[in-house]
C-alpha cells in the first residue's frame, strides 16, 4: 500500500511569507504528525492530529499552525516566515497514534529554504 | 524530561564487519522504542519496533535490544554493506504519535 506522501517536495519562500504543506497519510492511518529537522536542533516534534483534532503541539511559535480534514490528510502552515524556519519538514502517519502504538512511518519530507 | 543519546556520533567501518550503535535514554517508563535509518536530505525509514515487553526485535541482518532498567537499546548490523550507509536514529514516544529523537550516528561503510 502506498506510503506517506508530502507534497511538495522543495519550496523556496521569502521572509514574510506564509507556506503551506501537506501531507496524505498511509491509508487507515488517522493520526498525523509534524516534525522539524535542522542541523543544529536535529527533529523536533511539531503538532499531532487525530481524527481532525490536535492532541499534542510542541514548542514552537503560534506562527506555526495545522489541521487535519475529515480524510486524514494534514496540512502545516508557516507564516510570516523566517530565515531560521529554513528545514527539511517531516510528516509521521500512525494507525492510532497513542503510546501503546505509536509504530511511525515518515514521508519523504518538504525542504523549505527561505531567502 | 526524557534525553536520548547516541554514541558514537559517526562510525566508519570496513564492509563485512559487524558493528552495534548505542542508545541511551533517561526515562525509562517507556512502552516502546524505534529504530530509523535516514539517507541524507530524505525522510525517515523505520527499520525495528521495540515494545517494552520485548528485549529483542530482529529483521534480516538487523537485531535490535531493549533493556528497560539500564535505559539503553543496542541496534546491531552483522555483515556490514556500503548500502547501510546513513544516520540511524532511535526514538521514543513521549506522547500520542509524539517521538523524541536522539541526535543520531552517522554510519559510513567503506568497500
Known amino acids: 500500500k502506498a506510503g506517506v506522501t508530502q507534497t511538495p517536495r522543495y519550496l523556496i519562500k521569502t521572509r514574510g511569507q506564509q507556506v503551506t504543506l501537506s501531507c496524505s497519510p498511509i491509508?487507515?492511518?488517522?493520526?498525523v504528525s509534524w516534525y522539524q529537522q535542522t542541523p543544529g536542533q536535529g527533529l523536533q516534534f511539531l503538532f499531532e492530529?487525530?481524527?481532525?483534532?490536535?492532541?499534542n503541539k510542541g514548542n514552537f511559535p503560534g506562527r506555526f499552525s495545522g489541521r487535519q480534514f475529515s480524510n486524514s490528510r494534514s496540512e502545516m502552515n508557516v507564516s510570516t516566515l523566517e530565515l531560521g524556519d529554513s528545514a527539511l519538514y517531516l510528516c509521521?502517519?500512525?494507525?492510532?497514534?497513542?503510546?501503546?502504538?505509536?509504530?511511525?512511518?515518515f514521508g519523504q519530507g518538504t525542504r523549505l529554504t527561505v531567502v | 524530561k526524557q534525553e536520548v543519546t547516541q554514541i558514537p556520533a559517526a562510525l566508519s567501518v570496513p564492509e563485512g564487519e559487524n558493528l552495534v550503535l548505542n542508545c541511551s535514554f533517561t526515562?525509562?517508563?517507556?512502552?516502546?522504542l524505534q529504530w530509523f535509518r535516514q539517507d541524507p536530505g530524505k525522510g525517515l525509514t523505520s527499520l525495528l519496533l521495540i515494545q517494552s515487553s520485548q528485549r529483542e526485535q530482529t529483521s534480516g541482518r538487523l537485531n535490535a535490544s531493549l533493556d528497560k532498567s539500564s535505559g539503553r537499546s543496542t541496534l546491531y548490523i552483522a555483515a556490514s554493506q556500503p548500502g547501510d550507509s546513513a544516520t540511524y536514529l532511535c526514538?521514543?514516544?513521549?506522547?500520542?504519535?509524539?517521538?523524541?529523537f536522539g541526535t543520531g550516528t552517522r554510519l559510513t561503510v567503506i568497500p
Open positions: 492530529y487525530f481524527s481532525e483534532t490536535q492532541r
Open positions: 509521521a502517519s500512525s494507525l492510532q497514534g497513542t503510546e501503546l502504538n505509536t509504530e511511525a512511518f
Open positions: 526515562d525509562s517508563a517507556i512502552y516502546n
Open positions: 491509508s487507515g492511518h488517522r493520526s
Open positions: 526514538a521514543v514516544p513521549t506522547g500520542a504519535n509524539n517521538l523524541f
